[in-house]
């Protein structure tokens, strides 16, 4: 079943997941902000892909590049001639529209005659210096990849990496997007997760198969349904791409691409090599073969996977939300709630329990309201456990732990609960 996006969209403002941007300001097209519950939400994300890939996997490293390169990148790259959308302009209302989605030769909107398609290119364009008539013509960048294949000899040079070896990223893209929207699934600033892999070209089949599954089990395994995750073969290719595949979520209510598998071949370091002036040719050390790397890249949106999870975990029960989060990416891990907020001993007692968790994962405290209202509240953010403190824990030093997928409550020893916690959220 396709969900409803406005829920979502509204859940996220309403418990601090994701604003828009400028929004006292009447917002700005394709900019959003992550609020304190969605930043925390990004940050385990990104936190779990990259230990994945750098730590799970052996023979990859990862780097950190800079927003704004020297404007050759982007010459070189092939985007300043062909990042690029067609658009047409109403001569009546002067809107803009992709070529592309527009079915008749008619606007949409007022019914005006249309321009014919002219070329706009999509990279975002900044200023670099303060002389007036002096100042650098330079781009943000467009796909945050550029950085990786410019440091490609830094890496080679600086640790003990062989062919093949991987490099990845976690970096802001930005693109004047022509026509923003869908939440975040079309941004103009956005976060892109990369692995660069760089083999012999005889290996290229063998490693995109990997690269393409290896991506595939990953995603499966941080979705509460895995089964709306599938495969997409493009027949329309980026101009670096010789073959590509989309992950997808299916069962999204907009688009549905969230990562490109792309074999991009000798394309980038050809290239650069070309532009640059600089030999980026790979001598193996042993047969002393002299080639250029080709590349398995494997592409994804960081904002578009956060969109995807919040609605792959998103169920309704009656009147109650409840967000089923992967327990490892939920922005809390526990809630504790002291059964009655007037009662000092309970107070106190609920406090150390809170205390004692805070140093081994992210906790809430909620003492506000009735312990119904208390589990819809940390429900509807993906909270997987709930703690109450009540007059047995007095007694007896255990406390009610509730499970927000089944809504079963169970007792568990203090002493117990970190081990308890630990082993339920696979932390
Ligand atoms: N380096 C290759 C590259 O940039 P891409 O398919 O253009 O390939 C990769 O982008 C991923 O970045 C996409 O699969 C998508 O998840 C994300 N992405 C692309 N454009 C986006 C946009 N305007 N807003 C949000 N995410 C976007």
């Known amino acids: 079943m396709t969900k409803s996006l406005d829920k979502i969209v509204s859940l996220a403002k309403r418990r601090g997941f994701v604003f828009s941007g400028s929004e006292i300001y009447g917002g700005l097209q394709g900019f959003y902000d992550y609020g304190p519950l969605g930043v925390e939400l990004k940050n385990n994300l990104k936190a779990l892909w990259w230990k994945w890939m750098t730590k799970d996997h052996d023979n990859i490293v990862g780097i950190d590049g800079a927003i704004i390169t020297n404007p050759k990148v982007w010459e070189a790259s092939g985007h300043l001639k062909s990042f690029v959308d067609p658009l047409v302009e109403c001569k009546k209302c ?12 008619k606007c949409p909107d007022c019914g005006g005659e249309l321009t014919a398609p002219k070329v706009f290119n999509i990279l975002v364009p ?28 830094n890496v080679l040079d600086s640790t003990r990496l ?10 802001k893209a930005f693109r004047n997007e022509v026509t923003p929207g869908n939440f975040l699934f079309r941004q103009r600033e956005f976060e892109q997760w990369d692995l660069q892999w760089f083999c012999h070209p005889s290996e290229m089949e063998k490693w995109f198969e990997f690269w393409k599954e290896e991506r595939m089990n990953w995603y499966k395994s941080i979705f509460t349904h895995p089964e709306n995750l599938g495969f997409y073969e493009h027949e329309k290719l980026a101009h670096y ?8 979520y299916e069962a999204s209510p907009i688009g549905k691409e969230m990562e490109g598998i792309h074999w991009r071949g000798d394309w980038d370091l050809a290239g650069h090599s070309k532009f640059s002036g600089v030999d980026l040719n790979y001598t193996d050390p042993e047969t002393k073969e002299n080639y250029t790397p080709n590349i398995v890249e494997t592409s994804g949106g960081v904002d578009r996977t956060f ?9 309704e029960e009656g009147d109650r939300i409840i967000l089923k989060l992967n327990p490892r990416l939920a922005p809390y891990k526990v809630a504790i709630f002291p059964l009655l907020a007037n009662k000092p001993q309970l107070v106190e007692k609920a406090k150390a329990v809170y205390d004692n968790l805070k140093g081994e994962m992210a906790v809430a405290w909620d003492d506000r309201g009735n312990i119904g209202k208390r589990y819809y509240s940390q429900d509807e953010i993906g909270t997987p456990y709930c703690i109450t403190i009540d007059f047995d824990t007095l007694e007896n ?10 809504a079963t409550q169970q007792r568990v020893a203090i002493s117990e609960l970190t081990a308890f916690l630990r082993a339920g959220i696979n932390l």
């Open 397 to 406: 030093d255990t406390v009610t732990v509730r499970d927000r997928d089944t």
């Open 241 to 248: 791409a010789k073959k590509a595949f989309d992950i997808n």
């Open 162 to 171: 062989k062919i093949p070896f991987g490099v990845c990223q976690i970096g």
């Open 126 to 153: 900044t200023e670099l210096g303060v002389i007036e008539g002096e100042k650098l013509k330079a781009y943000l960048r467009g796909e945050a990849c550029q950085t990786i294949y410019l440091n490609y000899k």
């Open 307 to 315: 969109m995807f999870l919040l609605v792959d975990a998103y169920e």
């Open 94 to 105: 002067h809107r803009r529209f992709k070529a592309d989605d527009i079915p008749g030769d």
